[in-house]
């Protein structure tokens, strides 16, 4: 199971099985208790949008070595409609999911690096990256 | 306030006061007729007790709608102070409106 | 720096795990504060408390640090509403600075020069309700003792209602006549508001033309609360109604103009509706109460009865300005 790198999104099941692969993988590159809650909650949160606004996606997890420190990446992909104002989803404020209330500036708050890029009728591609310290 | 549509005739009770906070409400209610054709609006203002002028903006605003659609917007029960408030922006001589006291009970 | 709030932390729980003293729960709500302070999560602290329970009681059974686990997963949400709620505060205030800048801009572009005629004296304030003025008062006058004035009250309030304003003032200046007669002010200001604005947003003015050789106002109104003339002689309020729709409804609209002299001691009371819809637990305050206060102030200067009239008006609301308030009054001596 920790083979597998991604996880399908196309029903609320699958938002439980993708933070379980991002948690696996998050302890085992030896990040602790706090930040695997953080990094299954961005997790959560992103498969959620997947679910809930393209209906159909995928997150993928990589595990990433740069200069000898160690990290997660979570990449969300999905075909879907796309955000027609990525400035105001960014905004505090402004929760799209309405579930946990963090939205993607929750998010871009729980991870160390984020990317979103997104395409009106095309689809969304969010990177969002946790360093080990 | 309540609102029931059919064939063509939209009839309405606005209750309570009218003012900055409440008017975005009403505005929004009333917005989801404004397109409609030929639309007969009947609104009964016989229980509001106080409206200022972003009140009279919204029903304003609904009038102007409804009539570019070949609509008609007639406001009924209005207060001796609503009656006024209508008079003195000259809006009681375009639009329907009839006080408490005429043209019924 | 983590270390040491963990040792301090972990002080706190083992004096507290063995007196359970009302010191140590202060203690604990100092250091909070402490922890507040310094931005950390929810989620930090309930991991730090795990860890100074694990470093103390090692022995416990793994159900509790299970628990421990299950509320660090369930704090990241507060945790992440926390720093919202900061940010949010950040852009408040942001705004709010923001608004004070907009606000001087406004009160820099809108000044209006106070004319001074043979026989009138003129009382004037304008107090906005928030920080932008929806109402707005403008005068344009020349040498030979010809002033005109308008007032006019923007349909809401704030930013929107402000930066229509400036509109109004821009098709004043263009017509920078003082001779202007009243219907045809209207008339281009009308049209000026009419292709500009949102369905709902409409502009009340009313338009005086006052000739100091004459002692004569001759005056307009385009849906605006009517002024009032006070008669000396007879001691008497009476409104001065005229006939005409808020500007920008329709393109059609014609405005009617009427002709007033003013005698020693009358007058010309003019307002928005700031002054005239202000309301207490008793409810409404009446024109008359209004007219009273006047009257109580008439032989004083027409700033004096100006500010009396917003001072007595404000006091009854309890302090509060619910619009903003407009008053201007024109005394012939």
């Known amino acids: 199971m920790s083979n597998q790198s991604s996880v399908e999104i196309q029903t609320e099941w699958d938002i439980v099985a993708a933070r379980q692969l991002g948690r696996n993988v998050a302890k085992e590159l030896g990040f602790g208790t706090v930040d695997q809650a953080r990094i299954t909650t961005a997790i959560s949160e992103l498969a959620r949008n997947i679910y809930l606004y393209a209906g159909h996606g995928k997150i993928e997890i990589q595990r990433l070595t740069n200069n000898g420190m160690k990290g997660i990446m979570i990449i969300a992909a999905d075909n879907g409609p796309g955000i027609s104002d990525v400035r105001k989803v960014m905004e505090d404020g402004f929760s799209t999911s309405g579930g946990l209330g963090a939205g993607l500036p929750g998010v871009k708050r729980l991870m160390d690096e984020f990317k979103i890029d997104t ?15 | 306030m309540e609102l029931e549509e059919s064939n063509n005739v939209l009839t309405g009770i606005v209750r309570g006061e009218i003012d900055a906070h409440t008017a975005p409400v009403l505005r929004e209610k009333l917005e989801t007729y404004q397109n409609e054709k030929n639309l007969e609006a009947v609104l ?26 070949g609509g008609h917007v007639k406001l009924k029960g209005l207060s001796a102070r609503l009656k006024r408030l209508f008079d003195i922006t000259g809006l009681g001589d375009i639009m329907d409106i009839e006080a408490v006291g005429k043209g019924g009970k | 720096m983590v270390q040491k709030i963990d040792s301090q932390y972990k002080e706190i ?162 017509l920078n006549n003082s001779r202007a007669r009243p219907k045809d002010v209207l008339d281009v200001i009308n049209r000026v508001v009419e292709k500009s604005i949102d369905d709902s947003m409409f ?131």
């Open chain 1, 119 to 133: 395409t009106q009728g095309e689809g969304t591609d969010i990177r969002a990256t946790k360093w080990l310290r």
């Open chain 2, 44 to 69: 009964d203002l016989s229980d509001v007790n106080y409206m200022d002028s972003t009140g009279l903006g919204v029903f304003v605003a609904f009038y102007k709608s409804i009539n570019s659609n």
């Open chain 3, 13 to 174: 729980l083992r004096q507290y795990m063995q007196r359970q003293s009302e010191q140590n729960l202060y203690d604990g709500q100092n250091f909070s504060r402490q922890l507040i302070a310094e931005n950390t999560s929810p989620e930090e602290v309930i991991s730090m408390h795990k860890a100074a329970m694990q470093e103390m009681y090692e022995d416990l059974p793994d159900v509790v640090w299970h628990s421990f686990d299950l509320l660090i997963e369930m704090m990241i949400s507060y945790g992440l509403a926390l720093q919202e709620r900061e940010s949010l505060l950040q852009r408040q205030e942001e705004l709010r600075v923001e608004m004070d800048l907009a606000a001087n801009v406004q009160e820099t572009l809108l000044k209006t020069t106070t004319p001074s005629l043979e026989g009138l004296d003129i009382g004037l304030l304008s107090i906005p309700a928030r920080k932008m003025n929806g109402d707005y008062v403008y005068f344009v006058s020349d040498q030979e003792g010809h002033a005109g004035i308008a007032v006019a009250d923007v349909i809401g309030k704030g930013l929107p209602a402000a930066l229509c304003m400036s509109m109004v003032k821009f098709g004043m200046d263009s």
């Open chain 3, 203 to 333: 502009v009340s003015m009313f338009y005086g033309s006052y000739n100091a050789g004459e002692a004569t106002m001759t005056y307009g109104s385009a849906g605006h609360e009517p002024a009032i003339l006070y008669r000396a002689k007879s001691e008497t309020f009476s409104e001065l109604n005229s006939k005409g729709l808020l500007l920008g409804v329709s393109p059609a609209a014609k405005y009617e103009e009427h002709t007033v002299h003013l005698e020693q001691g009358d007058l010309l009371i003019m307002m928005t509706d700031g002054v005239t819809e202000g309301r207490n637990e008793e409810g409404f305050i009446e024109r008359e109460v209004i007219f009273e206060l006047i009257h109580q102030m008439k032989d004083e200067p027409a700033q004096v009865i100006v500010r009396h009239v917003y001072d007595e008006l404000v006091r009854m609301q309890n302090a509060e300005l619910s619009d903003d308030f407009t008053l201007v009054i024109y005394k012939k001596v």
